[in-house]
């Protein structure tokens, strides 16, 4: 056809109206058909106004159903981690929240709606009890979910009642709320690392960005990715109690384990993350076992089992400096002396520090960061009596089950119940070498402590 395609619906009028164009247009089926195409083509073909609106729609359609989607997404289900720690704000606390707060996905979700309180539920656990719909309704889970091997049996934890009690675990925990925490969908998990070691001359193991002439060839580089393999370790909780108390008053006993377990838990975890060895436990992050950690050099006829100012500056200077403003001090309570008397020499006098006088609270920071007192560290004099950490580098691999059981054969001459709970876990450093900085100085590390001073 050699007559032009109208634009709208003026030109299209104008165009019938005319007797010769009518007519070409009309000479055959062919022809007709293919100016009805052109015609539908130029008015909604790629380009036009009405495909803009068309586009413009769909897109606003289809943000605000990716919006809905995600909006339930975060409510039914556990967030994505951030794979980088340098990302994190300083004041953010929520990656542990990923493995203690409810997960409609893990294995002990299912029992949720099958017990109405947690002291129904310790109750069923209990070998002894005598409610036979407990006792069937229990029967079907006995050694379902083993911990480790069928032998290890036990009742699976209800997913409400676990993540209640890690949430009350996290008040007394010093690693778990400041650690990046990965929910672990099987017993080994192998996770993402950057294989860095030096930031002299390229960055994240290989990056490297450069100044170049238009035109210039390019380098090449890529990042060197290595990865850090979590095995979920068992944690074992025992505690005895007199069978008349469950006899008698199993609320009250389902409350004092609602109290301890949780402590428990903390505390026993918190030790494993600060210095496990790493064999049938986590590794921890404090001492010589941890690669990644770097121990400042004490000072020249510096005297045993003390802590100076100097020590404190040098342990700052050789944080990594994205870490700074997360970091914190953990120190033992035998180091508060040291630390509170840390005076800075002026000629021949000096003054402390820390402390103008002792009427008002003690600080609680150090440079800014807080100090966190706990009897897990090292004693006064080891390497790990102070240390400067920034846990957004420290992985904590949650296996999200607990299983729980009882058993009097190891007090039954004492009239006594053996509860059991078993939680896994592991725990590790998630680099795995200090870095050399740009400069060539010293290397730097997210764990800093200070060489031993027996």
């Avoid at 979920?232 to 004092?256: M, R, Y």
């Avoid at 953990?330 to 000096?350: D, K, N, R, W």
């Avoid at 998630?430 to 400069?439: A, F, V, Y």
């Amino acid at each position: 056809m050699t007559t032009t395609t109208p634009r709208n619906s003026d030109e299209l009028a104008e165009m019938l109206a005319d007797p010769t164009a009518r007519e070409e247009i009309l000479a055959s089926q062919d022809s007709l058909k293919t100016f009805i195409d052109a015609y539908a083509q130029r008015q909604q073909g790629d380009g036009t106004e009405i495909q803009r609106q068309v586009a413009e729609e769909t897109q606003r359609q289809l943000a605000n159903m990716l919006r809905e989607h995600d909006q339930r997404a975060d409510r039914d289900a556990i967030k994505r981690l951030n794979l980088d720690p340098q990302t994190r704000p300083a004041n953010m606390l929520t990656a542990h929240k990923q493995a203690t707060a409810h997960n409609p996905k893990a294995p002990g979700a299912r029992l949720d709606n099958e017990f109405a309180t947690a002291g129904e539920f310790i109750h069923a656990a209990w070998h002894l009890n005598n409610n036979a719909e407990l006792q069937q309704k229990m029967a079907s889970l006995r050694n379902a979910y083993s911990s480790v091997t069928p032998a290890d049996g036990g009742f699976l934890v209800p997913e409400t009642l676990r993540s209640q009690l890690l949430q009350l675990a996290l008040e007394q925990a010093v690693v778990r709320p400041r650690a990046t925490v990965v929910p672990m969908e099987s017993a080994r998990v192998p996770f993402p690392m950057i294989d860095a070691t030096t930031n002299s001359g390229s960055v994240y193991g290989g990056m490297v960005a450069y100044w170049g002439e238009e035109s210039a060839a390019l380098n090449e580089s890529q990042a060197k990715f290595g990865r850090v393999t979590l095995d979920a370790k068992k944690l074992t909780g025992l505690s005895v109690v007199p069978n008349e108390l469950l006899q008698d008053s199993i609320t009250s006993f389902a409350a004092l384990v609602e109290t301890l377990w949780p402590q428990a838990l903390a505390f026993f975890e918190d030790v494993a993350f600060m210095s496990g060895s790493g064999v049938g436990e986590p590794l921890g992050f404090l001492g010589a076992g941890n690669a990644a950690g770097i121990a400042v050099t004490k000072e020249t006829g510096q005297a045993s089992t003390t802590i100076v100012l100097e020590n404190v500056i040098k342990m700052y200077s050789r944080m990594l400096p994205s870490s700074l403003a997360r970091g914190v001090w953990i120190c033992s309570p035998e180091a508060i002396p040291e630390l509170f008397t840390m005076a800075l020499s002026v000629g021949t006098g000096g003054s402390p520090v820390m402390l103008s006088n002792v009427a008002g609270p003690a600080p609680v920071t150090i440079f800014g960061r807080p100090v966190i007192v706990s009897e897990k560290a090292g004693r006064l004099g080891a390497r790990s009596d102070l240390a400067f950490v920034d846990l957004a580098y420290y992985l904590v691999g949650d296996r999200q089950t607990m299983t729980a059981s009882s058993s009097t054969d190891w007090k039954f001459g004492n009239d006594q119940t053996a509860f059991r709970i078993i939680q896994r876990v592991d725990g590790q450093p998630w680099i795995k070498s200090p870095i050399t900085p740009q400069n060539g100085g010293p290397t730097l590390s997210p764990f800093v402590e200070i060489e031993a001073r027996p």
